[in-house]
């Protein structure tokens, strides 16, 4: 189990950045596939992006690609969340995921992840 604490959000006019930070504990960082999901009030929480273990892959949904970027530090044990020229429809809350195993037909799937984080909210007014 890791537990998970998101930082980064806020309020920002369309076209703005943000860095979302996700600060893992423990010493087994490296060992998890870590992901960003979003949520807005009434729907389901809905992939963003995905990073496997040792970085060297990433998964993004169609709306955010050329706009968002996954990243990770397993040595800060901390993944980022890059996100420019950001729209009206990014707002959400967005959370942190992470599991031990990466799912390849699977990793869009947040029932599939076993520890989250209390999320952090980002609003893109227009």
């Known amino acids: 189990q890791v537990q998970l604490v998101e930082s980064g959000g806020g309020l920002v006019q369309a076209g703005g950045s943000l860095r979302l930070s996700c600060a893992a504990s423990g010493r087994t960082f490296s060992r998890y596939a870590m992901a960003w999901f979003r949520q807005v009030p009434g729907k389901e929480r809905d992939f963003v992006t995905a990073?496997?273990?040792?970085?060297?892959?990433?998964y993004y949904t169609d709306s955010v690609k050329g706009r968002f970027t996954i990243s990770r530090d397993n040595a800060k044990n901390i993944v980022y969340l890059q996100m420019n020229n950001l729209k009206p429809e990014d707002t959400a809350v967005y959370y942190c995921?992470?599991?031990?195993?990466?799912?390849?037909?699977?990793?869009?799937?947040?029932?599939?992840?076993?520890?989250w984080g209390q999320g952090t909210q980002v609003t893109v007014s227009s």
């Open positions: 990073i496997k273990r040792n970085g060297d892959s990433t």
């Open positions: 995921a992470a599991d031990s195993v990466f799912y390849p037909s699977g990793y869009r799937k947040a029932d599939l992840y076993d520890d």
